[in-house]
């Protein structure tokens, strides 16, 4: 019996996963079962910052798993205290505290339910809690019953139904809409900066002034999910101060690169004063408002803060933004009609396709079939939606890998639109 044939015993079919069976991973290389190699620009959907294997977060497990794996958050330890100092201090950069869960999605909960408490302090006026969170249209939040509800996609939701309450979808840079959009109950306004899974679209440093702005004239959180685009991903420690650098939000959430391989999402609130007596914004959520069994371990604390250690002291963010140079000046260059545009930035990167150019089987995607082709060339790459693969490699990528990757994806992008 096949992997593949144990899988469909087995595994819930939540996931139509590409047809090879992935056994080890160094650097930006992975070798399948039969001994292939791939050069990995999926990286986890954004994953593994550095690459598969780093020795130096191998050598955290190692180290703290022969010390602690796990105790209650009960508890102090010193692997979540260091972690959140190294993001507060060296990459958020900003007074706030942070909370410890186990995946973007429960992060996004976090910020969602922080958005519910300040709305029950910051009432409306006459008195009754606000609860509202504003989201935009194809953005991604995750596929818990609350996060999926506050992800502007149908497609995500469908089946689901009865959603959480509480949340509306807006045109995404549409500043008009945003202004006419708030309402009594808003409590919240939550985005991606640059929306991956919903094709890499990139908020304009234009409508995030203007989202700024409309939070501070209705006294809305301003939150960001940088799920996907934290940590160096987008050439910036935070990917909204590659975009508009003076912003300064009340709440982010993290996972993906935060822990390099290891499951660990976070989130942040603001140390800000949201009234007159100097209430903290973070102070909110206090004692038996939250909590995680596993969120926060020292395992993954561990494993994390080397992650962002090794790409704070590497300047690993000076590597994505010249890796995109080189490769929007490489594609660029080809003058190839079916791609359509380079979207995104940093090492956050959509390769838009134009679909009538991808000779697509009924039910598949341009971007489905082009991806793979890819796996087949060697390459991994993941779709954004029907049209757009992302770039996605590791942060430390190589020249001569990017080379090699761009290579595989002229050649193979020619032979499918001849």
């Known amino acids: 019996m096949t992997t593949q044939d144990r899988y469909a015993e087995h595994v819930l079919p939540t996931y139509g996963r590409f047809p090879i069976v992935l056994e080890r991973g160094e650097g930006a290389r992975v070798w399948d079962t039969d001994g292939r190699g791939y050069l990995d ?8 910052a550095l690459g598969h294997c780093h020795p130096r977060v191998v050598g955290a497990l190692r180290e703290q798993a022969g010390r602690l794996l796990h105790v209650s958050n009960l508890y102090h330890t010193l692997p979540q205290v260091e972690l959140a100092e190294e993001i507060n201090t060296r990459h958020i950069k900003l007074p706030g505290k942070v909370f410890f869960a186990n995946s973007g999605a429960e992060a996004n909960d976090g910020l969602i ?31 818990t019953l609350g996060s999926m509800s506050a992800t502007g996609q149908a497609k995500i939701q469908e089946g689901f139904d009865p959603l959480l309450p509480g949340f509306r979808y807006l045109p995404f840079n549409d500043i008009a809409a945003l202004e006419e959009g708030i309402r009594p109950e808003t409590a919240a306004v939550l985005l991606e900066p640059i929306q991956g899974e919903g094709g890499v679209n990139m908020a304009t440093p234009e409508f995030l002034r203007a989202l700024a702005e409309v939070c501070r004239k209705h006294d809305l959180l301003l939150m960001f999910d940088e799920i996907q685009t934290g940590f160096g991903r987008c050439g910036e420690p935070m990917a909204w101060r590659a975009l508009v650098p003076e912003l300064e939000p009340d709440g982010v959430s993290w996972a993906k690169g935060l822990g390099g391989g290891v499951p660990i999402g976070a989130f942040w609130l603001s140390d800000r004063a949201i009234d007159s007596d100097g209430t903290s914004l973070s102070s909110l959520m206090g004692p038996g408002s939250h909590g995680s069994t596993f969120g926060g371990g020292p395992l993954v604390c561990a494993a994390a803060l080397e992650v962002l250690r090794e790409v704070r002291e590497r300047d690993l963010c000076a590597n994505a933004r010249r890796q995109e140079a080189r490769i929007r000046a490489t594609v660029g260059g080809w003058k190839l009609p079916v791609i359509t545009e380079v979207r995104g930035i940093g090492l956050l990167l959509g390769i838009g396709l134009d679909p009538a150019l991808v000779p697509a089987p009924e039910g598949k995607t341009a971007a489905l079939v082009v991806a793979n082709k890819l ?33 595989i994806l002229r050649d193979t992008l020619a032979a499918i639109s001849a």
């Not at 620009?41 to 593994?48: E, R």
């Not at 519910?116 to 809690?129: A, I, L």
């Not at 796996?375 to 020249?399: F, M, Q, S, Y």
């Open 41 to 48: 620009f999926c990286t986890g959907i954004a994953v593994c």
């Open 113 to 143: 339910k922080s958005a519910r408490r300040f709305g029950h302090r910051r009432t409306q006026p006459d008195g009754s809690p606000r609860y509202e969170v504003i989201t935009f249209r194809m953005s991604f939040h995750g596929r």
């Open 375 to 407: 796996l087949e060339a060697g390459l991994l790459v993941p779709a954004a939606g029907p049209n757009t693969i992302r770039l996605l490699p590791p942060l430390n990528v190589t020249d001569a890998e990017v080379d090699e990757a761009l290579g």
